[in-house]
């Protein structure tokens, strides 16, 4: 209660000696400094509300663009399903279907070389058991077929329901006619999904 009444004695001993202008300019003063005192504290509350409110307009951004991916992903997830059911379910003989659909276009295949190759290089030594995707190619050589014959073998092999590519052809033509193929060299693969062995 002592410091209480020194404190007011000491304000009123101070306040009572100034004059009436001396104690409007002390008003003006403490007026003018909790004004700039309340701007500062107002201004910094509004820049770190825009802050805030951009952050929130970056996340609904962020938001919006993994909605709109959604859909493409979704599609590229049922895609890539699709492709691997495929590849589980691909139980076809590549060399027996060449066979057929050769002799179906009047064509001979002389040499049959199968090759087996996975596709997953990263696998190390200790993951066994797991599914990869296997390629299996065979080169075939066909001495002697037309153009045509050979358009037509090409595009009925693609047409298969499993998934089956051409990935390699070297052929020489006959010197008196371009549309008669006197060598064709021919790589066919099909791709399926194994337990890695």
Known sequence: MSSQS????LVDSVYSKLS?????YLLVFIVTLLGVVFYFLFDSWSQSKEQRLAQVENLRAGIAEVRSGEAH???LRAKSEAYEKL??????DLGKVMERI?????LVIDDFKEKRRPLNDDLDSKSKKTEIVVAYTQEVT????SLEQLSNFLEKLEQETSPVRVT???LR???QDRQELRFIKLGVTTYKLEVDK
């Not at 009436?20 to 409007?24: P, Q």
């Open 6 to 9: 020194l404190t007011s004695q």
């Open 20 to 24: 009436m202008r001396e104690r409007i």
């Open 73 to 75: 992903f979704r599609e």
């Open 87 to 92: 590849l589980k379910q691909n139980k076809i």
């Open 102 to 106: 050769a002799q179906a276009e009047g």
């Open 142 to 145: 066909i001495r002697s077929a």
């Open 168 to 170: 390699s052809l070297d």
């Open 173 to 175: 033509t006959s010197s």
